[in-house]
């Protein structure tokens, strides 16, 4: 079965501090993995995109990166700041008809 | 910067009733998803659909679901009959066709309450 999951469930942390968060998947045939920032009561956002080619892409100060061998992705955000406070979900797709596959979220909460 | 853009923001029916979400995908984009997230749970495919019909499905569009795309802006999500279970927060995307990446942008949502 096609499931991505994600670690942690949620997270803390101090505005300025650095944070990773992990992604393991087991989809199959594999498209390319993304990272989208939801905030509350919006739409989910593109970070990141990555194919399997792909070890590491950055936007701005996040980066993300992909070992399709291990089917394991992580997401480093720097220098974190207040307003990053949001879900992070991990996205899989299948193919390149469109169907995305999604992770239940890491929920950060960045504190002054 | 152009955006998907979904009406209504939230909508309340009873139980039975039918709803029609509304979505007004990117202009230049030709594929277009529903996404439905039931609060506190993962978000979830629905239904993919290119050319005027559907691409791909998943099993939770069963036939108390439609789509269409009535004109050349707009393209909706019908539900014949809600159930309690219907509540959740329902995202429109839409993607340019021939993208490799197929990167999808969503729309704000719109919030169905099932009463």
């Known amino acids: 079965k096609n499931q991505v999951e994600q670690s942690p469930q949620s997270l803390i942390i101090l505005e300025g501090k650095n944070c990773t968060l992990q992604c393991n998947y087991t989809v199959s045939p594999f498209s390319n993995l993304r990272w989208y920032k939801q905030d509350t009561g919006r739409g989910p956002v593109s970070l990141t995109i990555m194919t399997f080619s792909e070890n590491t892409k950055s936007n701005g100060r996040y980066t993300a990166t992909l070992d399709a061998d291990t089917k394991q992705s992580s997401l480093h955000i720097t220098a974190s700041q207040l307003s990053d406070s949001a879900s992070y979900i991990c996205?899989?797709?299948?193919?390149?008809?469109?169907?995305?596959?999604f992770g239940q979220g890491t929920e950060l909460s960045v504190k002054p | 910067e152009p955006e998907v853009t979904q009406t209504p923001s939230h909508q309340v029916t009873q139980m039975g009733q039918e709803v029609i979400l509304r979505c007004v995908p990117i202009s230049n984009h030709l594929y277009f998803y529903w996404y439905r997230q039931i609060l506190g749970q993962k978000v979830e495919f629905l239904v993919s659909f290119y050319n005027n019909e559907i691409s791909e499905k998943s099993e939770i569009f069963d036939d108390q679901f439609s789509v269409e795309r009535p004109d050349g802006s707009n393209f909706t999500l019908k539900i014949r009959s809600t159930k309690l279970e219907d509540s959740a927060m329902y995202f429109c995307?839409?993607?340019?066709?021939?993208?490799?990446?197929?990167?999808?942008?969503f729309g704000p949502g719109t919030r169905l309450t099932v009463l």
């Open positions: 995307a839409s993607s340019v066709a021939g993208s490799f990446y197929n990167e999808q942008f």
């Open positions: 996205v899989v797709s299948a193919n390149q008809g469109g169907k995305l596959i």
